[in-house]
């Protein structure tokens, strides 16, 4: 695991707490959405990000969302997968390739008016709410890279 890259990513969504590296292979996952105590569960997508090796990580998206064919393909494309059963899309990527969220961003926004698909009738608030998490998770990131590169000059 980057435990860099972890610790940077646990300072802009936790708060500071050193983080100490165990030697098991339980990875620490880390909630990015701005989910608060009035959202209802069963509506809401949730994003978790769990940090591997050369600052790769893992993001998922669960919850009460449309799954269209461009979202399948492109969690193919990023060495992931769709569970439509459980409204679960993984992604597989590295802090170079972040603007691909852009594209997830925009997919997901396709699906605003999918709400009544899928029995989730705040899906548009909520949509908009997904792809701002995901935006935020995009500046942390490119803040994480300026970082590193000031450090290596």
Same mark, same amino acid.
């Given at each position: ?85 459980? +409204?679960?899309?993984?992604? *597989?990527? $590295?802090?170079?390739? %972040?603007? !691909?969220? @852009?594209?997830? /961003? ?8 999918? +709400?009544?698909?899928?029995? *989730?009738? $705040?899906?548009?608030? %909520?949509? !908009?709410? @997904?792809?701002? /998490? ?20």
């Amino acid at each position: 695991m980057s435990h860099r890259l972890h610790q940077f990513l646990v300072d802009a969504y936790i708060g500071h707490q050193d983080f100490f590296p165990t030697t098991g292979k339980k990875e620490t996952v880390i909630q990015i959405d701005d989910q608060d105590d009035d959202d209802i569960l069963e509506e809401f997508c949730n994003i978790f990000v769990s940090v591997g090796a050369g600052n790769s990580y893992e993001i998922e998206l669960i919850g009460n969302i449309p799954i269209t064919q461009e979202i399948n393909d492109f969690a193919e494309i990023y060495d992931g997968f769709v569970d439509e059963a459980q +409204g679960r899309v993984v992604l *597989n990527l $590295n802090v170079e390739k %972040i603007e !691909a969220l @852009t594209d997830l /961003s925009s997919f997901i926004r396709k699906t605003a008016l999918y +709400g009544e698909s899928i029995s *989730n009738k $705040n899906w548009m608030s %909520i949509s !908009a709410r @997904t792809i701002s /998490s995901l935006h935020r998770f995009m500046r942390v990131i490119k803040s994480y890279r300026k970082s590193r590169s000031a450090n290596l000059s």
